[in-house]
């Protein structure tokens, strides 16, 4: 009884879905955002990479280093704290938005490039001897190999950093997190935690289970 | 009357005085190599000798340090961009890997080029997609996936996928050498059929035998340059020089 009185307290969790369903819909606008602007600078990136010219590739591979070593608390930080010092004041969910899809961006470059090299360079072969461009042979032939190769780690990178939207919760962006831990404060209940939980596996679990039929759908014996 | 002057044909592939060097490293010296129009020129010798790389130049998926290459009087050598894209259209080539394409049905891969480079209406690159199937004696195979293919039927789509181009020369880049023993003889078929229809043809290859029964002149390297050259009779029937004699003893002794 003690045990159900803690975690799944109905006067509580009464009271506080309403706030906890508006956090769920913060959490999910800022995933999505995130998750299309990392992917599509990642694999922007690692194409321009392929052109193998030097002053692409050396910005390109610092950004990806440092993206992947530094951890997107502290960054997080710095933009939200620091930049006003410079007169620039970015909202809670941009900051959240530019630092997290750079953190997204900086490994889908790496999953992408990786991809990249793993096709055979004979497929590049046949296709410029069938009179293909470099770009309609990069994106015809090799980057889907290339995406195909990278989705398991894709789906894993992105599953992580979307997670970390609960990051903006030290920054006030009304997301799952922060709205539950205040809720928790005000309430005295650690109910509205075990809903954020719940909440967050209402969106992850699906993304999981569909991210193993994206990986189905992808595959094909080489 | 002026009596008709001679008729000098127009080769269809001219190499000239080719040369490529990968560092300090000559892989060729120097070749000189016609290919008339209609006719199948076997290139023969040790590995090593710079066959394949020669093959490579001519439609410059590896750069020649020196010389020129013609096709059909055109510059194949001072072409560079989308200009080189349209050339190479003209010049068929077929891989010892094969390099179907994984992610692509047969149908798509035999569509893809003429769809994207040779900008094809879909209707007219299906039909001749499947058209060259046919041809190779694969048309029952065109929703199939590479993978599902053996080595010998992927050998003859990555045919029909240069040949659907409509190319002006046909290069073979040991076509057979990666085939079971056993699957050897359909693509070694498809080669005789497209030499009957006048096919001209360049070939890198191995299959001696063949070379004896299906080519018009055969192509001696050895070391980056052309040592002899001559109808096969001559070649394997009465061999000059001593590498070209060493050569073909190396070979009939590993074919026993």
Known sequence: MRFLETFFNGAVMAKYLPDLLSAIVTTLWLSAVILVLGLSLGLALACLRSLGRWYLTLPIVAFADIGRALPPLVVILIFYFGLPGLGISLSGPAVLILVLSGVLAAFAEEIFWAGLTAVPKGQWEAGRATGLSFARTLFEIALPQAIRLGIPPLVNRALAITKMTALGSVIGVKEILSVSSSAQSFSGSATPLTMAALAYLAIFLPAVLLSRLLERRYSWAV | ?256
């Open chain 2, 1 to 256: 009357m002026t009596a008709p002057s001679p008729v000098h044909q127009r080769p269809m592939l001219e190499i000239n005085r080719l040369e490529k060097r990968f560092g300090d490293t000559e892989v060729l010296k120097s070749i000189d190599l016609r290919v008339q129009p209609g006719e199948l020129v076997f290139v023969i010798g040790p590995s090593g000798s710079g066959k394949s790389t020669m093959l490579r130049c001519c439609n410059r998926l590896e750069e020649p340090s020196a010389g020129t290459i013609l096709l059909d009087g055109e510059h194949v050598t001072d072409c560079r961009g989308a200009a080189l894209d349209r050339m190479r259209l003209k010049i068929g080539m077929v891989f010892q890997g094969f390099h179907l394409y994984p992610h692509k049905s047969v149908l798509d891969n035999v569509m893809l080029a003429q769809l994207r480079a040779l900008k094809r209406p879909k209707a007219e690159a299906k039909a001749r997609a499947m058209e060259m199937l046919s041809h190779v004696g694969l048309a029952h195979k065109a929703d199939a996936m590479p993978s599902e293919l053996s080595g010998g039927q992927q050998q003859r789509v990555a045919i029909a996928r240069a040949l659907a181009l409509d190319p002006k020369v046909m290069l073979f880049d040991e076509p057979t050498s990666a085939l079971d023993p056993e699957l050897v003889g359909s693509v070694l078929k498809v080669m005789r059929q497209l030499r009957d229809e006048g096919m001209t043809m360049l070939v890198v290859s191995h299959e001696m035998g063949f070379a004896r029964e299906a080519a018009d002149r055969v192509v001696f390297m050895d070391g980056g340059v052309v040592v002899e050259a001559g109808p096969p009779e001559a070649i394997f029937g009465n061999p000059q020089s001593d590498r070209l004699k060493s050569f073909l003893a190396r070979v009939s002794k590993a074919e026993e």
